[in-house]
């Protein structure tokens, strides 16, 4: 099945719907093999994450949520240009 998909001038690609149905994820490896272009799910164990996030003074879940999300990227950017 093939899709079609469009990068915009700051190099940005949007998979169609049906794709992001079917991958799980959000992070990705990119994988460049002559004009090829491969996109590889990263799938990372929540244990890996466990303890990263210092104590905060957080009142609403939205907060905590946005903390998560933020020391979870940091770490997970830092352990891809480790590779």
């Given amino acids: ?7 915009d001038g700051q190099g940005r690609i949007y998979l169609p719907a049906s794709i992001r149905q079917k991958v799980k994820g959000d992070c990705f490896i990119v994988e460049v093999r002559g004009d090829v272009v491969i996109l590889k799910p990263l799938h990372f164990p929540v244990e890996k994450f466990y303890g990263i996030a210092r104590p ?6 939205e907060e905590i949520d946005e903390a998560v999300k933020y020391e979870s990227e ?3 950017r830092k352990d891809i240009h480790r590779r």
């Fill in 1 to 7: 099945m093939e899709e079609f998909a469009r990068m």
């Fill in 56 to 61: 905060a003074k957080l009142v609403s879940a």
């Fill in 74 to 76: 940091k770490a997970v």
